[in-house]
């Protein structure tokens, strides 16, 4: 089996023998062909503004129900619409306005009109009035007066989960500079999860980038890869519309249920990409390479093995959507997450509680106020192929995201409270998805999409495996957290001889938030326990403590305030010396001079920690404000003990 050809425009299908169909596959419907003879029709929409301006007087969307949009009749939303959409009377149509005026009460949805919110007001009264709007709101545990199960004497207070954040991996305007827009360069992300850095990236090209770009995005998990392709696939794919594929792309990414014509696209986008398969006995028997919007491509590199699996669970029909989601909800309802889903709960505004909650119960990334009633079909991307939910319990659409960006967002593109935080979301990420459509379709971007374990990945490229990447090439290498996994001399000696020796600002970069874990004292929230007597006996020798404070105390790890408190201490503690002593311990700095490379002092991608500025020395803390400060603890549950490294060429 031949390498991956360098040329932006050959094929990766295999050759003719052997060539087997994928008997399980189930062909787009008629449904889908009817959307897309009608989206050739309407091509030239594409042009038009996300927001461009609505009449004052909106009528019904015609030969619209069979589309791929969140509207009420299947359009793409460019606004947050009038929220009374559910009729209840069947002569009763949808409002299909703009809506301005925000519930007086949860701010969670908005109508056009006092009419439509008091036809409303009977669907709308139950979810205004749930106890998660009550700023006297309490977790399980205060009401049962027992700890928490996470609290236990041998706790620590970790995260409940970690994503890690959403950059520009490439910088290339801050790095390289403008006299540098007509070279070609070259990234790899070695073992990533999703294409948010990636679409990040992309999104930050300079509109009049003139060079080739091509990226490498790689991981050993074969569902996770493949899950990235399809979803890749669905929004560069150039048969929908733009705005309907980044609606489609968001719901394949976000959502656990999908609507009869994103389900139907869903398998189409199967069918294109896993319809033809090499049937040779060939390890690396499984090839693809697909149109995008644009002169780039996309292509994929994988095993026959890792392929069946994803295949099998994307294709399968064995189960049904109530299976499936009774299975999610097993999963997120755990008597064992009861506790840590309160505690998350509880660091919320009462309007965020809210939003959080309907996510979590019907599974669906839209704003608060639209109709999900359409969602009638299991994302297949999310459930295996017996219908078992493999997202995680405290699966948080909004983590890795700039929260403060995706709230102003939100309010400028669609007039949309803080309060439907999910709302705001939406919108941003059509913002993003829609920007990376453009970037693809304008600029010269390839994909190369692969599955393997990143070492093995590593020594495969050096051996010219894939001569698009051939020899020492890439400008970053985000290799992620896989310094937590192998050593950091080992991630050096696999990646460090892969980086471009001709670009001054070539980049390796790594994650790690298990650095401590060998050194059970150098957080501030390792010991809560003992945090909590000292915070007690320095706290009750001020005489004008406040008594909520001295309330707090006696709850002990009962109380949600305090458990916050000790949770946020390392946002503001200085690791940097413990922290230098692991890097010592990992032979660091000799690994690193062995292939010409350091440790830089200031990072040139991303801060050394959460908070700080890019250009942050060591020892420098977080200097955010109070806003910030929930944005990264409580919606996105960043971990402040996380560190961020970048190898760069000596000089």
């Known amino acids: 089996m031949g390498p991956i050809s360098s040329s932006p425009t050959a094929s990766l299908t295999p050759s003719a023998p052997g060539l087997i169909r994928v008997k399980s596959l189930v062909r787009a419907s008629t449904v889908y062909q009817n959307m897309i003879d009608r989206i050739r029709r309407q091509r030239s929409s594409d042009s038009d503004s996300f927001l461009s301006s609505q009449s004052s007087h909106r009528h019904e969307p015609s030969n619209q129900a069979s589309s791929f949009g969140l509207g009420p009749y299947g359009e793409p939303i460019k606004y947050l619409m009038c929220a009374n959409q559910s009729t209840r009377v069947r002569a009763q149509k949808r409002c299909t306005e703009q809506g301005l005026l925000p519930c007086p009460r949860c701010q969670l949805v908005k109508y056009c009109s006092e009419r439509c919110q008091k036809q409303h007001w009977p669907r709308h009264s139950s979810a205004c009035a749930h106890p998660y709007l009550e700023e006297s709101w309490q977790p399980g545990w205060v009401l049962q007066e027992r700890l928490p199960s996470f609290a236990c004497s041998s706790a620590t207070f970790s995260p409940s989960s970690f994503i890690f954040p959403v950059f520009d991996t490439l910088n290339l305007t801050q790095n390289e500079g403008e006299g540098a827009f007509d070279k070609d360069y070259k990234l790899c992300f070695a073992a990533y999860a999703d294409i948010r850095n990636l679409v990040e990236t992309v999104n930050n090209l ?22 990235n392709l399809i979803i890749l696939y669905a929004l560069l794919n150039p048969e929908p519309s733009i705005d309907e594929a980044v609606e489609l792309a968001i719901h394949f990414m976000y959502s656990a249920v999908l609507s009869a014509p994103s389900a139907a696209y869903l398998q189409r986008c199967l069918d294109d990409i896993y319809g033809q398969v090499d049937g040779c006995n060939s390890d690396f028997s ?20 890792g392929v069946k699996q994803p295949l099998e669970m994307f294709t399968s029909t064995t189960y049904s959507l109530a299976t499936a989601l009774q299975n999610r909800w097993e999963i997120l309802d755990a008597s064992e997450n009861v506790d840590s889903w309160d505690r998350f709960l509880s660091r919320l505004r009462p309007s965020h509680r809210m939003a959080y909650q309907r996510f979590r119960e019907t599974g669906v990334l839209t704003p608060f106020s639209v109709d999900t009633s359409r969602f009638m079909h299991p994302n297949r991307l999310m459930f295996s192929s017996q219908g078992e939910w493999l997202g995680r319990r405290n699966f948080n659409p909004l983590q890795g995201w700039d929260a403060t960006s995706v709230q102003v967002e939100g309010a400028k593109f669609a007039m949309i409270e803080s309060a439907d935080i999910f709302g705001c979301l939406f919108f941003y990420l059509k913002s993003q998805f829609r920007r990376f459509a453009y970037q693809v379709k304008d600029l010269n971007v390839n994909f190369v999409v692969t599955q393997f ?43 460090g001889p892969l980086l471009n020796r001709g670009n001054p600002f070539a980049s390796l970069l790594m994650y790690s938030r298990a650095w401590h874990y060998e050194r059970p004292y150098a957080l501030a929230r390792c010991n809560p326990h003992a945090a909590l007597m000292l915070f007690m006996q320095k706290c009750f020798e001020i005489p004008s403590l406040n008594n909520k404070l001295k309330d707090a105390f006696v709850q002990g790890l009962r109380s949600p305030a305090l458990l916050r408190l000790i949770e946020s201490l390392d946002a503001f503690y200085d690791h940097d010396g413990i922290f230098h002593e692991f890097l010592a311990a990992q032979n660091t700095e000799s690994a690193a001079a062995a292939f010409g490379l350091g440790l830089r002092s200031r990072n040139l991608i991303h801060p050394k920690r959460f908070g700080v500025p890019l250009d942050a020395c060591a020892h420098s803390l977080p200097d955010i404000s109070r806003s910030q400060f929930y944005d990264l603890a409580s919606l996105c549950e960043v971990d402040f003990s996380a560190r961020f490294l970048e190898f760069g060429w000596r000089h």
């Open 206 to 227: 300079p509109s009049n980038y003139k060079g080739r770009f091509d990226v490498l995005i790689n991981n050993s998990d074969p569902i996770i890869t493949n899950r």
């Open 286 to 305: 499984f090839r693809a390479s697909l149109n995008t919007r644009g002169k780039g491509r996309i292509y994929s590199f994988q095993t026959i093995a």
């Open 453 to 495: 374990d990143p070492q093995i990945l590593a020594k495969g490229i050096s051996a010219g495996v894939i001569p698009i990447f051939e020899g020492a090439c890439f400008d970053r290498v985000d290799t992620r957290d896989m310094m937590d996994d192998i050593r950091i001399e080992v991630c050096l000696a696999d990646w």
